[in-house]
């Protein structure tokens, strides 16, 4: 798909970290841009600072999710572009001994929920909407639009304390494939992304000893990612064609350890 001022985009988790990189990469073409995030004095200034739209929304809530597209959609037009990068996780094992009175606890059953809520239903709640969507549009160069989601590494590679985490990321690896053979009829695309260590706001937030021997385990560059190479990962997503239903580590060739 061609980058310019004739695509709009729509971006989930667009305000901080890889979602914002992929915003303002988006909008260094001239992509009309919409950020969908939970925090609007930073979605507000970058929405300001690459001429695009904030909405506020909360991607596990259908009536904030319809509202958001609406908003969208009346100031930029039907998307032919729909990342999703909203997302997050917790850190439980499955199993964990309480050291007061030596009881040992199951992992919480709705925090478990939540992850996957947030992660697997808020990526294809967002997906089957945009792509309803994009379905009544014209095909331009024979494709009528492009989805790119976010998984990670731990999909593959879950640490311990990431049950939760990487069963929601690899359910959204598991769904990209289908998801590419249903929309398949109607001219979309659809590809995810799986990023490793990425210097996002959460990992900058990490002592600088943790983030130095997390550095050191990527066996080449030897640095955490810069959400800028995931921006350009997402540009070429868009950009080739022939891809398609696929699911990509973006990585620095890491494989994460047990902990």
Do not use: W
Request: net charge neutral; charged share 20%.
């Amino acid at each position: 798909m061609k980058l310019d001022s004739s695509v709009s985009a729509i971006i989930t988790g667009g305000a901080s970290g890889l979602g914002e990189a992929t915003a303002r990469a988006l909008a260094k073409h001239e992509v009309r841009v919409a950020i969908f995030d939970m925090n609007a004095a930073l979605g507000t200034g970058l929405a300001a600072a690459i001429n695009g739209v904030f909405c506020q929304v909360d991607v596990t809530d259908e009536v904030s999710v319809n509202a958001a597209f609406a908003k969208a959609r009346s100031v930029q037009g039907q998307e032919r572009i729909m990342i999703n990068c909203a997302g997050g996780g917790i850190a439980a094992k499955t199993v964990r001994k309480d050291r007061n009175t030596g009881v040992f606890e199951a992992h919480e059953i709705n925090a478990f929920a939540g992850v996957l809520t947030l992660n697997v239903m808020g990526t294809f709640r967002c997906t089957a909407k945009s792509a309803a969507g994009m379905a009544g549009l014209e095909p331009v160069d024979g494709e009528r639009g492009v989805i790119v989601n976010t998984a990670s590494v731990a999909a593959q590679d879950g640490q311990i304390g990431q049950a939760a985490y990487a069963a929601a990321k690899a359910a959204i690896v598991g769904m990209t494939l289908p998801i590419a053979r249903d929309l398949s009829s109607e001219a979309i695309r659809i590809n995810t992304i799986m990023p490793g260590v990425f210097a996002t706001p959460p990992m900058m937030a990490l002592p600088e000893d943790m983030r130095g021997r997390l550095s050191a385990s990527v066996p080449f560059p030897k640095r955490l990612g810069d959400p800028e190479e995931f921006g350009s990962m997402v540009l070429e997503v868009i950009r080739n064609r022939y891809l398609n239903g696929e699911s990509i580590r973006l990585d620095g060739a890491i494989r994460m350890p047990p902990r």
